[in-house]
């Protein structure tokens, strides 16, 4: 069992939470993720690993409550426990040697580019963040960004918040400017991730893209999170979760991402139901 130390609600939909992991702690590297279960009979759940302590032996994980495996895991309180959580798995991000880059970050994928501009930042890089959401109300992290990168350009769709657009619009700009970078980084929803990689494309700048975001089972067993990069086959899970942005087939993943979501949305109402029946 994992004791849950600290619960926050970032916004209405997006929790954090900080478990008791040491040996997790002392080993994960920025970009790395972690599988979980909120109980014995629930649903595995890779997450991204946001944030760890070694000393204090914690990992910090961020969360969208969307389908019934988060909203089990979000109905959680400060000093429950967990039932499991295994890591950390995957390819920690590449970032040595890299001087000066751009982290993009779309929603809650955020919390995940946070933990790479945080470790570039250490190293000595200028870090450029542009982080985008849909309105002021779901935006995350802005504090912690600014506080590792040289630049923060905030981004919202509505221009509730920071400038109004998505995130290509500013990383564009900069491109056109004449700003280059050794590397960008993105994370978000695919749609974001494949129209970085077409803003960038252009200038040959290296653009790696996390696909986390189609990750199911976390070991490669399910196969669900299958790509097709360069024309091969790789799972994002095991093979990644970074790769190459240019050479991703995002339509294809896209698609595959689509595959399940009627299926979620019963999980979702199931759970809701149940729910429902225990409050009253």
Not at 52 to 74: C, N, P, W, Y
Not at 254 to 280: I, P, S
């Amino acid at each position: 069992m994992y004791r849950i130390l600290k619960r926050e609600q970032l916004n209405e939909t997006v929790v954090r939470m900080e478990l008791e992991a040491p040996l997790v702690a002392r080993k994960a590297l920025a970009g790395q993720f972690v599988i979980l279960r909120a109980d014995a009979r629930g649903e595995r759940i890779p997450l991204t690993i946001a944030q760890t302590d070694a000393k204090r032996g914690t990992v910090a994980v961020i969360f969208q409550v969307v389908g019934a495996a988060t909203m089990a895991l979000g109905a959680k309180r400060e000093g429950e426990a967990i039932a499991d959580l295994v890591g950390p798995l995957g390819n920690p991000t590449e970032v040595e040697g890299l001087k000066k880059v751009a982290v993009i970050g779309g929603g809650v994928g955020c919390a995940i580019a946070l933990p790479v501009a945080k470790r570039l930042f250490e190293l000595g890089a200028d870090v450029t963040s542009i982080v985008g959401f849909r309105t002021a109300e779901l935006v995350i992290l802005e504090r912690e960004f600014r506080a590792v990168s040289r630049r923060m350009i905030l981004t919202t769709d509505d221009g509730t918040c920071g400038e109004k657009g998505n995130v290509c619009a500013p990383l564009g700009r900069l491109l056109k400017e004449g700003e280059r970078f050794d590397a960008v980084f993105a994370v978000g929803p695919l749609v974001m991730m494949k129209y970085v990689a077409e803003t960038t494309r252009p200038y040959q700048i290296k653009t790696v893209a996390s696909m986390n975001p189609i990750m199911i089972d976390g070991t490669g067993m399910c196969g669900c999170c299958r790509i097709t990069v360069g024309g091969e086959m790789k799972f994002a899970c095991v093979d990644g979760p970074d790769f190459d942005a240019h050479l991703v087939d995002f339509d294809e993943a896209m698609g595959r991402l689509r595959t399940y979501t009627a299926f979620e949305a019963q999980a979702r109402e199931r759970n809701c139901n149940l729910f429902r029946k225990e409050v009253k």
